[in-house]
């Protein structure tokens, strides 16, 4: 399942808990909207969306990219 993991501290200053659901805008060139992305909090995590290799590359991700959580 696409999912992002995000640190305590990130979670709590973007208003996301742990368990929530939400949707991902990524721009370029093939802008696309994720939805029904995991959210996954712990300390030692660094904010990071995480896709499988499709995904990404029906996006134009190559490894890294932005994306704006709605």
């Known amino acids: 399942q696409r999912h992002i993991h995000c640190a305590v501290g990130e979670a709590a200053r973007l208003g996301l808990k ?3 659901i939400v949707s991902v805008r990524v721009r370029g060139e093939r802008p696309v909207i ?3 992305v ?3 909090v712990r300390d030692d995590y660094k904010l990071t ?3 499988d290799t499709d ?3 029906a996006a134009g991700i190559n ?3 932005e994306g ?3």
């Open 18 to 20: 742990n368990g929530a």
């Open 68 to 70: 704006i959580i709605l």
């Open 49 to 51: 969306l995480h896709l």
């Open 63 to 65: 490894k890294s990219g």
């Open 34 to 36: 994720f939805e029904n």
């Open 55 to 57: 995904e990404g590359n």
């Open 38 to 40: 995991a959210v996954r």
